[in-house]
């Protein structure tokens, strides 16, 4: 406990942007159950409140696994780029295209239309997550943190798509 | 969190929404985005033939503040010249728009696309 050990280490995976889903969830459940605070109901202060970091620290760290954005930008923490605020400002073409979708959804008046935009969502935010993936075991960093950022506008698209689209089909 | 009246002013009546010719050589765009909120803006500026700004233009998806960041910027610009709308900072923006701390990268994003709209202009009459 208390370690310096990173989350990949922690939850028993390997360090890589591919991830066994089903072996994430498997040793986060076992972490959980074994840090869960009524296991610690008769221990000592001290022991229930490091019993209580490491759950803390557990759920961290399958939040960002578990994330395609969050375990990608950890990567490159791990690998000394640090996460800030940037501006995307390189590539016009890209965020053109970020602006036409979006103004699609704004547009868009029937589940079918949404329902195809998140098709072509789904599908782009594959070609990202494989990008980042290639280029990040190539070692090219900064080329993955570029594909990071555009997955990051992808997947905050797709959020605001399925409330939409759940906003629709219950109304 | 809670907007300033004044953000709230400009996310309810966004000034100059809208878009201008991309072509157009009295026309420079500034695309830029924000990925770690997913915010997309984009700033359109027109000049005269005596390089002062007549029209400006925006589009932006993303929060309050972004939209008013813009929004603000586009009232500014109209009459200056490309070095005094070069010349606009962030701080500014934030401190008419009384952003707070968390809320300051969305000035930032406005400063970058009036920058971007200005180096794409210069580009084109070159």
């Known amino acids: ?171 | 969190m809670s907007y300033s009246d004044k953000v709230m002013d400009h996310y309810e009546n966004p000034r100059n929404v809208g878009s201008m010719d991309v072509e157009d050589n009295h026309v420079g765009t500034g695309m830029v985005g924000a990925p770690a909120c997913g915010d997309v803006m984009r700033l359109q500026i027109k000049v005269n033939d005596a390089g002062v700004i007549e029209d400006a233009k925006f589009k932006t998806y993303g929060c309050g503040s972004a939209i008013a960041s813009s929004s603000l910027l586009t009232e500014w610009v109209k009459g200056k010249t490309l070095d005094e709308a070069q010349e606009i900072k962030n701080t500014e923006i934030a401190e008419e728009l009384a952003l707070p701390p968390v809320k300051i990268h969305c000035s930032v994003l406005a400063e970058d696309a009036i920058k971007a709209a200005i180096s794409d202009l210069k580009e084109k009459q070159r």
Do not use: C
Not at chain 1, 6 to 15: C, H, I, K, R, T
Not at chain 1, 52 to 77: C, D, F, K
Not at chain 1, 115 to 136: I, P, Y
């Open chain 1, 1 to 171: 406990m208390g370690d310096q050990r990173n989350y990949f280490d922690l939850l028993g995976l390997p360090v890589d942007y591919k991830v066994d889903t089903q072996r994430l969830e498997l040793n986060f459940k076992k972490l959980q159950k074994q840090f869960h605070p009524d296991r610690y109901a008769t221990a000592t202060a001290g022991e229930q409140r490091l019993a209580m970091q490491m759950a803390t620290l557990i759920n961290t760290a399958y939040e960002t696994l578990n994330s395609p954005v969050g375990r990608g930008l950890y990567l490159l923490e791990l690998n000394g780029l640090a996460q800030e605020d940037r501006t995307l400002k390189s590539d016009p073409d890209f965020l053109f295209e970020q602006m036409a979708w979006r103004e699609k959804l704004s547009a868009a008046s029937s589940v079918k239309q949404m329902q195809d935009l998140l098709e072509k969502t789904d599908l782009n935010k594959e070609d990202f997550e494989a990008q980042f993936d290639q280029q990040f075991n190539a070692g090219n960093f900064l080329e993955a943190q570029q594909v990071i950022d555009k997955l990051q506008f992808v997947v905050k698209f797709r959020s605001e798509l399925l409330v939409r689209l759940s906003t629709m089909k219950n109304s």
